[in-house]
């Protein structure tokens, strides 16, 4: 069984340029959330989706970042203008479903910096 | 925000000792997860324990839980080698009131074994 997928793995670009990434769950997995995970740090959730509803996004910087799930498959997350700070590894990760219980499963994330 | 204090943050240890990781968290939960991350990977779920047991085990890693205490504890017996990566506890429960459930992560213990 594929894992989830995520692309690009790295990413190095200036501040100001917009950036996106792009997951592909595992095949019949409903939930899919991205993470931010910061150097030294665990990750923290951004935005979580249920099929193509996004369900928790109240930690996600509306001001720049934008999400979207189209076909509640494949889910990109955008960032527009980035910034320096903004530089870490994004992580996707997908359950079969949303409940308290259910194993996450994440994918190799994509590493960014921001210049 | 990150929810866990792990403790250590590092810990280096010879090939065939045991290494205990403890994790503390602040507020109720319905269960707690062990994951762990090598270098340049996603993370992977190693186990769950559920609020109302005490003890769980898989394999080399046997993983406690004290809720009076807020407190959870990871052994990992008879290290290898392939075990060195950061490991990290994650809190499990209702987000919001809702069915849905939430991760929050520590920030993780980096774990050495030489060998």
């Known amino acids: 069984e594929a894992g989830v997928v995520q692309s690009p793995r790295y990413k190095i670009i200036e501040k100001k340029q917009p950036v996106a990434f792009w997951c592909n769950p595992i095949?019949?997995?409903?939930?899919l959330y991205w993470y931010l995970q910061n150097l030294g740090q665990g990750p923290e959730l951004l935005i979580r989706?249920?099929?193509?509803?996004?369900?928790?996004d109240s930690q996600l910087p509306k001001d720049r970042f934008s999400a979207e799930r189209l076909k509640g498959v494949d889910s990109t997350l955008k960032i527009q203008p980035a910034e320096l700070g903004d530089s870490a590894v994004y992580l996707c990760?997908?359950?079969?479903?949303?409940?308290?219980?259910?194993?996450?499963?994440f994918g190799p994330g994509t590493r960014l910096l921001v210049l | 925000s990150q929810q866990g204090e792990e403790d250590p943050q590092a810990l280096s240890i010879q090939e065939g000792e045991n290494a205990t990781m403890n994790c503390s968290y602040k507020t109720s939960i319905n269960n707690l997860q062990w994951y762990r991350q090598n270098s340049g990977r996603g993370l992977v779920h190693l186990i769950l324990i559920r609020s109302n047991e005490r003890e769980k085990h898989s394999g080399r890693l046997r993983v406690t839980l004290d809720t009076s205490k807020k407190s959870s504890s990871l052994l990992i017996t008879a290290s290898r080698a392939a075990d060195t990566a950061s490991y990290f506890c994650?809190?499990?429960?209702?987000?919001?009131?809702?069915?849905?459930?939430?991760?929050?992560f520590g920030q993780g213990t980096i774990l050495t074994v030489h060998p």
């Open positions: 994650a809190t499990a429960s209702n987000a919001g009131g809702t069915s849905y459930g939430k991760l929050t």
């Open positions: 990760a997908s359950s079969y479903g949303g409940g308290v219980r259910e194993t996450q499963y």
């Open positions: 989706y249920e099929n193509e509803e996004a369900v928790d």
């Open positions: 095949s019949g997995h409903n939930t």
